[in-house]
T-cell receptor, first 116, second 116 residues
Framework: KAGVTQTPRYLIKTRGQQVTLSCSPI?????VSWYQQTPGQGLQFLFE???????NKGNFPGRFSGRQFSNSRSEMNVSTLELGDSALYLC???????????????FGPGTRLLVL | KNQVEQSPQSLIILEGKNCTLQ??????????LRWYKQDTGRGPVSLTI???SENTKSNGRYTATLDADTKQSSLHITASQLSDSASYIC???????????????WGLGTSLAVNP
């Protein structure tokens, strides 16, 4: 069974631009979560989508948004990019919602975003 | 405040040696604790998950322990190999709100380097 895939793997943008990242979960998984990872902050939870509905949201500004399609694929969008948005963005999928506390998340390789 | 603290921040050991990584948490209420391994350039991979009633859980050369009374967990790696070089992240699950949702509290990780 194929793992979680993320595209693109690397991205360079300038301040003020917007970016869209894509995540394809493991086949059959209905939950997709997004995380931002930086050296000083570790993994920071952005949001979780389950069956096309946002289930949970972290403490990020409204510039960060996402959506999930009927095939469980998910996209994350960041508008008006700031230098501080440079990070590794990880996507994780699971069979059920992470909110249950019992699900094991399977992570993709991430998209490394550099904002200049 | 719910926090997960890991120590040491980084560790260098020789191949074949054992090592122990620490995770202390102030998360309450407690649901479960997981250890993840994250290789450079990849997403985290789940190693173990322990609930309140479990004291020890093994996964090959990895053994995790949990003391729910002192709110401490450790990850012991036996007979280390070069491929063990990675970041090891401790994650504690707690209740998110008055409902049935859980929230994951991520530690910053311990960076382990195994040298030949």
């Amino acid at each position: 069974k194929a793992g979680v895939t993320q595209t693109p793997r690397y991205l360079i943008k300038t301040r003020g631009q917007q970016v869209t990242l894509s995540c394809s979960p493991i086949s059959g998984h209905r939950s997709v979560s997004w995380y931002q990872q930086t050296p000083g902050q570790g993994l920071q939870f952005l949001f979780e989508y389950f069956s096309e509905t946002q289930r949970n949201k972290g403490n990020f500004p409204g510039r960060f948004s996402g959506r999930q399609f009927s095939n469980s694929r998910s996209e994350m969008n960041v508008s008006t990019l700031e230098l501080g948005d440079s990070a590794l963005y990880l996507c994780a999928s699971s069979l059920g919602s992470v909110s249950s506390g019992r699900e094991t998340q399977y992570f993709g390789p991430g998209t490394r975003l550099l904002v200049l | 405040k719910n926090q997960v603290e890991q120590s040491p921040q980084s560790l260098i050991i020789l191949e074949g040696k054992n090592c122990t990584l620490q995770c202390n948490y102030t998360v309450s209420p407690f649901s479960n604790l997981r250890w993840y391994k994250q290789d450079t350039g990849r997403g985290p991979v789940s190693l173990t998950i322990m609930t309140f009633s479990e004291n020890t859980k093994s996964n090959g050369r990895y053994t995790a322990t949990l003391d729910a009374d002192t709110k401490q967990s450790s990850l012991h790696i036996t007979a280390s190999q070069l491929s063990d070089s990675a970041s090891y992240i401790c994650v504690v699950t707690t209740l998110h709100n008055a409902g049935n949702n859980r929230k994951l509290i991520w530690g910053l990780g311990t960076s382990l380097a195994v040298n030949p």
